[in-house]
């Protein structure tokens, strides 16, 4: 007869609770403590402080060191070459490519030893708290470069500091990621956090996307444009620096969560992850619209410049806009994922953004329509985005939890959250690569075609998403998790008659 003590995962699963302490616990007081609502918002405070981290380095590099260009004049003096070279390769994409693909390659080391390892102060928070100060500085000073004109020796420099930075930041949102199904009890709880924390990370990327407002305030004053925005990006890194300390004082591993190192090596845990069949499709997914989103939200800056032919200020605007109707998109598209599933939602979500990426390559192509498309193209991309915020956590959770189900290899959330990151990183490594390329075809508002041929690409690649997520199986995974908790509610009624006979 199966009990809820034989595996921690029957206590995650549990619905009766009561509160001590301003925190819920399991009303049989076995299992590890739910968060109280205060507890879960500092949890999500997380999401917010390493969103708006790693905003700069993530989005921004293009910008900075292959700015728009406006009138013949460059937003910022030319510190690395922007000259092509192997026809089609740019400094700057190829330092963006090699940064991400050590990234994409460290996720599943760092979720790995998080996973097996058994510090005292937690084996989650042990990798956050090593991370945070690095991370944040190394987000400075990646804009900071070393000669004050085109030298090899700025993108040595940005190199190794894009290396420091995307090593720290595996180090501290793969832990703090595979916290999320572990602190999250319940389908309904691991959905609920999963919203709170596509809501924080929209509040970060909105509050990243205002380095354009943030460096014209401060030029203003009387600093240079490049020294107005490091003054922008440095107060983005100390409001995120505090934010990112939040979950680490919230959440108490061993009460809040379940003690548990995973028993297999860090490369087994990696395939075991990967081989999982409806991971496998929604990686492919994953990877598919940190693609497109890449084109989206590092592009926008040069849809509003090169094709709208509006200031930069714009784009801070527009991406608000973008974010407050994703916000407000937060609580309907919750519960359509309550009723209807997640599936539904990944599909439009796609073909919506295929859609928006054809009218942002035609735009100006219309001149009396330009105003009313980027409008509609502002109002519409929301709905993916607020999908793909929300999405990616609670599926990834429930994908977890099945597969400690069926297979028994338990305590290795950390590396399915790592695979998902994994495909994350390979999707924006391949748009960093391919987007300073296209752009070598024209990035000026006398020759666009470099921007409008990026739209194109994530017209097509929207696509490739739609068809890709027509095969994710979510009811196998649902049906998995509801009868594992049927059969732990029905052994806990049996032990129970059991002791009153």
């Given at each position: 007869m199966e009990s809820v003590q034989e595996s921690p995962i029957g206590p995650l699963i549990q619905d009766n609770s009561d509160t001590?302490?301003?925190?819920?616990?399991?009303?049989?007081?076995?299992g590890p403590r739910q968060l109280s609502l205060l507890r879960k918002i500092m949890f999500a405070c997380g999401e917010f402080g390493w969103s708006l981290t790693a905003f700069s380095v993530s989005t921004l590099v293009s910008y900075f060191y292959m700015p728009p260009v406006q009138d013949g004049t460059a937003k910022f003096s030319t510190f690395i070459s922007q000259h092509g070279f192997l026809i089609i390769f740019t400094s700057v994409g190829l330092i963006n490519a090699v940064a991400r693909v050590f990234d994409a390659v460290t996720d599943p080391l760092v979720a790995g030893l998080s996973d097996r390892s058994n510090f005292r102060l937690g084996k989650r928070k042990t990798f956050m708290i090593a991370a945070i100060v690095p991370f944040s500085l190394s987000s400075v000073f990646a804009f900071i470069p070393l000669v004050g004109h085109e030298s090899v020796i700025n993108a040595v420099w940005l190199l190794a500091l894009m290396v420091v930075f995307y090593w720290s930041m595996t180090c501290y949102v793969a832990p703090y990621s595979a916290l999320l199904p572990e602190v999250g009890h319940t389908i309904a709880e691991r959905l609920n956090m999963s919203t709170m924390l596509a809501i924080a990370w929209?509040?970060?990327?909105?509050?990243g996307n205002c380095i354009y407002l943030t460096s014209a305030a401060v030029g203003a004053l009387g600093l240079s444009n490049v020294h107005a925005f490091q003054v922008g990006v440095a107060l983005n890194a100390l409001v995120g620096f505090i934010a990112m300390l939040m979950p680490i004082?919230?959440?108490?591993?061993?009460?809040?969560?379940?003690?548990?190192?995973?028993?297999?090596?860090?490369f087994t845990s990696f395939l075991t992850a990967m081989a999982n069949g409806p991971f496998r499709v929604f990686g492919v997914c994953v990877c598919t619209f940190f693609l497109v989103q890449t084109f989206m939200t590092s592009g926008m800056v040069y849809y509003v410049?090169?094709?709208?032919?509006?200031?930069?200020?714009?784009?801070?605007?527009?991406?608000?806009?973008?974010?407050?109707?994703?916000?407000?998109?937060q609580a309907p598209i919750n519960y359509v994922a309550h009723k209807l599933g997640r599936k539904i939602?990944?599909?439009?979500?796609?073909?919506?953004?295929?859609?928006?990426?054809?009218?942002?390559?035609?735009?100006?192509?219309?001149?009396?329509?330009?105003?009313v498309q980027?409008?509609?193209?502002?109002?519409?991309?929301?709905?993916?985005?607020?999908?793909?915020?929300?999405?990616?956590?609670?599926?990834?959770?429930?994908?977890?939890?099945?597969?400690?189900?069926?297979?028994?290899?338990?305590?290795?959330?950390?590396?399915?959250f790592a695979a998902k990151t994994f495909s994350n990183k390979v999707g924006i490594s391949a748009a960093n690569l391919i987007f300073p390329s296209l752009l070598l075809l024209g990035k000026s508002s006398a020759h666009p075609f470099g921007v409008r041929a990026i739209a194109l690409t994530g017209s097509g690649a929207s696509v490739v998403g739609v068809v890709?997520?027509?095969?994710?199986?979510?009811?196998?995974?649902?049906?998995?998790?509801?009868?594992?908790?049927?059969?732990?509610?029905?052994?806990?009624?049996?032990?129970e008659q059991t002791t009153l006979l």
């Open positions: 001590e302490g301003g925190d819920t616990i399991d009303a049989s007081s076995d929209a509040l970060g990327y909105g509050g004082l919230a959440v108490r591993e061993g009460v809040h969560t379940v003690h548990m190192p995973a028993k297999e090596n860090i410049t090169v094709l709208y032919d509006a200031s930069s200020l714009w784009a801070t605007l527009l991406m608000a806009v973008v974010f407050i109707i994703a916000f407000l998109l939602l990944m599909v439009t979500g796609f073909a919506l953004l295929s859609v928006d990426f054809l009218m942002l390559a035609a735009l100006t192509h219309v001149p009396v329509l330009s105003t980027l409008a509609l193209i502002i109002v519409t991309i929301a709905y993916p985005i607020s999908v793909f915020l929300m999405l990616p956590n609670a599926i990834i959770s429930e994908i977890a939890v099945a597969d400690a189900i069926e297979t028994g290899r338990e305590g290795k959330s950390g590396m399915f890709i997520s027509l095969f994710f199986r979510e009811g196998h995974i649902t049906r998995v998790i509801r009868e594992h908790q049927s059969r732990v509610e029905q052994a806990g009624v049996d032990e």
